[in-house]
């Protein structure tokens, strides 16, 4: 085969490989994010769910590329792209993400060639890789280099491996010529390149989205989810539970004097009595692992609880009640006090729509307003 076309192919087949395989990701981890972001964590690929999902997808591409090696008899199969998703698992996933993909790796080679010297030649191999990656990284980290300096040195790794495949001679690729060893380092830099690059605009893309998502989906004084979702959830859970013998109730309030208390220090001060309200309501639900809390007004809150019976949302709501009263809202020099107003009811056979529990559970929270504030009404 000539020599321009020996090096065009893989190349070619490479880069819609490596971008095949990057749009895969980024769907399954958009899907991911859209359920688990919110405004108090960024974007991060080394820990919890984001981190489970990538681990999983790259040991799968570890086994399968294993696999199609020991199927095709070709182990040098896209080499330069098989190092560059090691080496990027490493430093998008961290180093313990990156070391279970590494050790994937390893394994599925054992099960698909056994022991053989291009196994243990792998393996090897796959370890300089990883602990060149980490030097490389924690070098980063430590002197707050950009992702160009990043970029040079695996460049630098990938020449030293093909060096090294060079001068001696590898199991998996026999003898390279002066050319082919240039020509597969050359391909290794434009992978590198354009990896990182593809890289760099799906994870501003997805940052974007997931902001757009956040604003979209919840209040940005409270952290919690807006009357949008509010409804969304609410028209859910009646038709589900509407049907079923299970419990769903829900529990509205209110604050106490809100106007006058934004008359009287400001709207600084009201911001920082909703925020705290929010994270009042986020920790006492914490308990109730269905809870859902909404800010669905100005000073208005609902909180759903499918599975929960009227008499534990009562006690739900005396202690959020108790927890907002004896907490000091602290403005500049200004100490704030609040209390609520709230209603709790639960959802009946007799309801004819969605509406009538609703409606019920909002004439509790007025019921409590009427009756001098800071009460609690329960629909009995």
Known sequence: ????????????????????????????????ISYTINRHQR??????????????????????FQYLGHRTNSIELLANFRILVMVYTIIYLGRRGGLIVVAVNALSRFVFFGWTPGTWEEWI????????????????????????????????IGGAFWLIAYFLPLHRFG?????????????????????????????????????????????????????????????????????QERPLTMIALDIDWFKALNDAHGHLAGNK????????????????????SYRVGGEEFNILLPGVY???????????????????????DITVNVTISVGVAQLRETDESASDFYERTDRMLYQSKGQGRNKITIDD
């Open 125 to 156: 191999v796959s370890t300089l890789l990883y602990a060149a990656t980490a030097f490389v990284l924690t070098n980063a980290e430590r002197t707050r280099a950009g992702q160009m300096w990043v970029f040079l040195w695996l460049d630098i």
């Open 1 to 32: 085969m000539l020599p321009t076309v020996w090096a065009f192919q893989p190349l070619l087949t490479g880069i819609f490989v490596m971008l095949g395989i990057v749009m895969l990701n980024r769907l399954l981890l958009q899907s991911v």
């Open 273 to 292: 009595v909703l925020t705290t309200l929010g994270q009042i309501l986020s920790q006492e639900t914490i308990t109730y692992p269905t809870a859902r």
């Open 175 to 243: 003898h390279l010529t002066a050319l082919e060893a240039l020509t597969e380092f050359l391909s290794f830099v434009i992978f590198n390149w354009l990896l990182g690059y593809a890289l760099r605009v799906l994870d501003s893309e997805t940052t974007r989205l997931s902001t757009m998502t956040y604003a979209a989906t919840y209040d940005h004084l409270t952290g919690l989810r807006n009357f949008g979702v509010f409804e969304q959830d609410y028209q859910r859970l009646y038709k589900e539970y509407q049907q």
């Open 310 to 332: 009227l008499e534990d949302a009562a006690k739900l709501a005396k202690t959020i009640q108790q927890h907002i009263a004896y907490t000091d809202v602290q403005v500049d």
């Open 43 to 64: 974007i991060d690929y080394t820990v919890g769910l984001l981190n489970f999902v990538c681990v999983l997808y790259f040991s799968a591409l570890a086994i399968y």
